[in-house]
T-cell receptor
């Protein structure tokens, strides 16, 4: 068990809808990362937060947004959903501001299906 | 930005054989190289990592080597077992930026 909790595990919704994915990092970790993994694809970095502030941005669509709250949990909001947004969404956390020598610890993901 | 290439994309070995997965990176500033194992229905799990000031690291049946000059690093699994079957990801990192390879699907045949 990595200590990173993601909810819900599965989400099925229709095109055009909006969903919120939630992540609780490992105790003591200040950084939260979001990744998207499409079927049989690699891990695409979306965004990183450190102690409530956005620190790095990857290939995140404008329809997607995220935030990290004072208690360090994070939410990823996906809106105007399209079929192509169907994927596994992973949250990961690490100790420090950067990932210099700090490994990422991944949750078990949220599987989003857009119909 | 950093670009990590991983080969092969699929690898099939007989139980007991060795498996080698290779990665190359582009950014010479990268200084941390973790390897992750992803089993079906689970998130990637860290199995071994190496820092740029170390050339080799071993943990039981798993070892990682790093050649900074050539900018490539490799994962070696000896005496493979069926439970080693999974997708393996390499990554290269420099502070805020961790980039992953595309993954290698390893199948160990009993």
């Amino acid at each position: 068990d990595s200590g990173v909790t993601q909810t819900p595990k599965h989400l099925i919704t229709a095109t055009g809808q909006r969903v919120t994915l939630r992540c609780s990092p490992r105790s003591g970790d200040l950084s939260v990362y979001w990744y998207q993994q499409s079927l049989d694809q690699g891990l695409q970095f979306l965004i990183q937060y450190y102690n409530g502030e956005e620190r790095a941005k990857g290939n995140i669509l404008e329809r997607f947004s995220a935030q990290q709250f004072p208690d360090l949990h994070s939410e990823l909001n996906l809106s105007s959903l399209e079929l192509g947004d169907s994927a596994l969404y992973f949250c990961a956390s690490s100790e420090g501001q950067g990932s210099s020598y700090s490994p990422l610890h991944f949750g078990n993901g949220t599987r989003l299906t857009v119909t | 930005g950093e670009n990590v290439e991983q080969h092969p994309s699929t690898l099939s070995v007989q139980e007991g054989d060795s498996a080698v997965i290779k990665c190359t990176y582009s950014d010479s500033a990268s200084n941390y190289f973790p390897w992750y194992k992803q089993e079906l229905g689970k998130g990637p799990q860290l199995i071994i990592d190496i820092r740029s000031n170390v050339g080799e690291k071993k943990d039981q049946r798993i070892a990682v080597t790093l050649n900074k000059t050539a900018k490539h690093f490799s994962l070696h699994i000896t005496e493979t077992q069926p439970e080693d079957s999974a997708v393996y990801f390499c990554a290269a990192s420099y502070y805020n930026d961790m980039r992953f390879g595309a993954g290698t699907r390893l199948t160990v045949k009993p």
